[in-house]
């Protein structure tokens, strides 16, 4: 039984326990929930669904996570996809007469440059003016929402353009192409912080920025360019749900995608106090969080109870990682143990 103590005692293991669970509820209860489909060398299913409406959010969670890591908050990214998705689409010329249209990559390259300026922004109020965290991005959470909205003209802009299409809703061997964009982005992020020593400066300056500095680690230019790397991840999101529906609404795009992005990177392990981060843990984390709705779909629960149940399946897995929690709860069951016996 030692090694399953280890076991649990791995941050990975209860994201991974909880998606399983979640799985295998399916498999019971919602007919065809597994069932997969080749259609035009396509596949298609409630598993592709997941990762392909998952999307945006695994994106944003790996931004998210080294921002936590440094013990920081980024709130505005939900925002800043839909300046992304606006500036994409404004200048790709959506169905708008009267606009000059630019080259696809063109447009592309303005919208994440967009969101990088934001993340530069958030960066430069934590890092360089000192303020709170959830301060600086609140601003620009709320501001950033009007940004979008004076992008589009406070309309739906439509695209007719094909090939953009193929970041949202194009397939490469049978798979989404949306995964091809997170694999490439996780891993180069994974690569940067594991295989480099910026992952130990962002874990040193999230659990002790006075001695990360006395270690001689910048940790203002480095909460900056974290904060600039979050914008990044949010302007690559707002091209893909820009593209999923080839359209771009600055009131509604991305609305609340900072909120089930930073439940992905706790479910994942990463602590809010900052410190150690588990990328791959995040990426658990955004699938469980897709799952559960694609589940709570499946079963027709009203919008307004969607979001109680969520919040209690992400109430009990975050109890179930905490380490004194399930002290505890074990400490209950071996006096119990002891006085029948």
Known sequence: MKWLTSLTH?????????????????LFFTPNFFRLEIKQGHLYGNLIDILKNGAPTMILAIGLTLVIATGGIDISVGSVVAISAGVVAMLIGGDLKGLPKYP?????????????????????LVSRVGMQPII????????GRG???????????WLYAK???????????????????????????????RKTALGMFIEAVGINPTAARFAGINAKNLIFWIYTF??????????????TVMSADGNNAGLGYEMDAILAVVIGGTSMNGGKFYLFGSMVGALIVQTLTTTI???NVPPEIAQVVKAIVVWIVSLLQSDIFRM???????RKREALE
């Open 10 to 26: 791995k941050k990975i293991f209860w994201p991974l326990a909880a998606l399983f669970v979640l799985l295998a509820f399916n």
């Open 147 to 157: 940004i979008a909205m004076v992008t589009t003209n406070a309309m739906v802009v």
């Open 163 to 193: 090939p953009f299409a193929l970041l949202g809703q194009g397939y490469l061997l049978g798979l989404p192409f949306s995964i091809l964009i997170i694999l490439v982005l996780l891993l180069l992020t994974y690569f940067v912080t």
């Open 136 to 143: 600086a991005t609140l601003i620009l959470s709320v501001a």
């Open 104 to 124: 696809i990559p063109v447009a592309m390259l303005a919208a994440v440059s967009a969101a990088v300026v934001a993340g530069m922004w958030n960066g430069m």
């Open 328 to 334: 505890k709860v074990a400490g209950l069951f071996r």
């Open 297 to 299: 779909y499946a079963f």
């Open 230 to 243: 979050s914008g990044f991840c949010a302007g690559i999101a707002g091209l893909v749900v820009c593209s």
